[in-house]
């Protein structure tokens, strides 16, 4: 009753919202605070339903305030200038925001896509601030490489679902030619699960080649030596078997695996050296995965996650997990 009242005061809700950001950096050490941050999540599933949220196109003409809140926000790829922020918004790149009525001018959560031809297999070609702007009328393929939430204090609150299918249906709309959703997305806990299994993958003689290879990671330029041939299928392979095997409880071992196929996406193909960036060959060797978002198919794809923790993915992938010599079958 008393977080309804104080939400009732002007400036309430924003107010609100950071109590819970400075409660959920205290939570280790404050295990009782759960049932107070408990509430908090119960309210603010409520007042930050679909029906409160307002949806907004982000481009140049949008007020400097809010386009520097996105260059602090974006947290997938740094936004390292108002120039790498300029070509994210050219003509064939699209950037969309959800925003709030008692928090104006904060965006909640934001998602940037590339209008190109063809799927999308690498990220440095869609961050090159010199690469050219084409036609959007020409693209078939929307790309999503990024999506942000920008308010701590709203974590858990589920948005980013409902601003993939909005976003979706309305580049569907506008250019009739794209019928191609996909997703290419970071894998964040591969890199940490990689060091935790490359000890005890020796019981089979695929397995210790397999160990043996993994050794050339703990060089820093590996993927531009000879051996990166070599290290290819083993990499992808184990990149296979974690997206489907490595489990935190039922789900997905994966954050953003767990978030797209909570989706109802489906985990379409790894990309082999897709960041060469510093922080994507530390953080998932280089690998990024394409989810793809049919439209025809995400209700039943989410429902039987739910229901039943089943993971949509192509054949191709799975196949890749059965090569993998943790594969139990």
Same mark, same amino acid.
């Given at each position: 009753?008393?977080?309804?009242?104080?939400?009732?005061?002007?400036?309430?809700?924003?107010?609100?919202?950071?109590?819970?950001?400075?409660?959920?950096?205290?939570?280790?050490?404050?295990? @009782?605070?759960?049932?107070?941050?408990?509430?908090?999540?119960?309210?603010?599933?409520?007042?930050?339903?679909?029906?409160?949220?307002?949806?907004?196109?982000?481009?140049?003409?949008?007020?400097?305030?809010?386009?520097?809140?996105?260059?602090?926000?974006?947290?997938?790829?740094?936004?390292?200038?108002?120039?790498?922020?300029?070509?994210?918004?050219?003509? @064939?790149?699209?950037?969309?925001?959800?925003?709030?009525?008692?928090?104006?001018?904060?965006?909640?959560? &934001?998602?940037?896509?590339?209008?190109?031809?063809?799927?999308?297999?690498?990220?440095?070609?869609?961050?090159?601030?010199?690469?050219?702007?084409?036609?959007?009328?020409?693209?078939?393929? +929307?790309? &999503?490489?990024?999506?942000?939430?920008?308010?701590?204090?709203?974590?858990?609150?589920?948005?980013?679902?409902?601003?993939?299918?909005?976003?979706?249906?309305?580049?569907?709309?506008?250019?009739?030619?794209?019928?191609?959703?996909?997703?290419?997305?970071?894998?964040?806990?591969?890199?940490?699960?990689?060091?935790?299994?490359?000890?005890?993958?020796?019981?089979?003689?695929?397995?210790?080649?397999?160990?043996?290879?993994?050794?050339?990671?703990?060089?820093?330029?590996?993927?531009?030596?000879?051996?990166?041939?070599?290290?290819?299928?083993?990499?992808?392979?184990?990149?296979?078997?974690?997206?489907?095997?490595?489990?935190?409880?039922?789900?997905?071992?994966?954050?953003?695996?767990?978030?797209?196929?909570?989706?109802?996406?489906?985990?379409?193909?790894?990309?082999?050296?897709?960041?060469?960036?510093?922080?994507?060959?530390?953080?998932? +060797?280089?690998?990024?995965?394409?989810?793809?978002?049919?439209?025809?198919?995400?209700? @039943?794809?989410?429902?039987?996650?739910?229901?039943?923790?089943?993971?949509?993915?192509?054949?191709?992938?799975?196949?890749?997990?059965?090569?993998?010599?943790?594969?139990?079958?």
């Amino acid at each position: 009753e008393l977080f309804r009242r104080l939400n009732m005061a002007p400036g309430g809700t924003a107010a609100l919202v950071a109590i819970r950001r400075r409660m959920l950096r205290g939570l280790k050490s404050h295990p @009782d605070w759960r049932v107070i941050d408990a509430d908090l999540v119960h309210l603010f599933s409520s007042w930050f339903n679909r029906g409160f949220l307002t949806h907004e196109r982000i481009d140049w003409h949008t007020p400097a305030i809010v386009l520097e809140q996105i260059i602090h926000y974006e947290a997938v790829h740094e936004i390292a200038s108002w120039k790498d922020l300029r070509r994210r918004l050219e003509a @064939d790149r699209r950037c969309f925001a959800f925003f709030h009525p008692a928090m104006p001018g904060q965006p909640i959560i &934001f998602i940037e896509v590339a209008l190109t031809n063809g799927i999308s297999t690498a990220v440095q070609p869609l961050l090159d601030l010199d690469s050219p702007v084409t036609d959007p009328e020409s693209a078939d393929t +929307a790309m &999503f490489y990024s999506i942000t939430s920008c308010q701590e204090g709203l974590r858990g609150i589920p948005f980013g679902n409902l601003l993939i299918k909005q976003v979706a249906q309305e580049l569907g709309q506008e250019f009739p030619r794209i019928t191609h959703f996909r997703t290419l997305s970071p894998i964040p806990g591969f890199g940490a699960w990689l060091a935790s299994v490359k000890d005890s993958l020796g019981s089979t003689p695929a397995g210790r080649a397999m160990s043996k290879s993994l050794k050339w990671l703990e060089d820093d330029e590996w993927f531009r030596r000879k051996y990166i041939a070599r290290l290819q299928p083993d990499l992808m392979s184990l990149c296979a078997y974690y997206l489907l095997c490595a489990k935190q409880g039922p789900e997905p071992a994966d954050p953003v695996a767990r978030f797209h196929l909570g989706n109802g996406a489906q985990l379409d193909r790894i990309n082999w050296l897709a960041d060469i960036s510093k922080q994507g060959l530390k953080r998932c +060797a280089g690998l990024m995965v394409n989810y793809r978002y049919r439209l025809s198919d995400v209700e @039943d794809n989410h429902e039987s996650y739910v229901r039943e923790n089943r993971v949509a993915a192509s054949r191709q992938l799975r196949k890749l997990a059965r090569d993998c010599p943790l594969f139990q079958g």
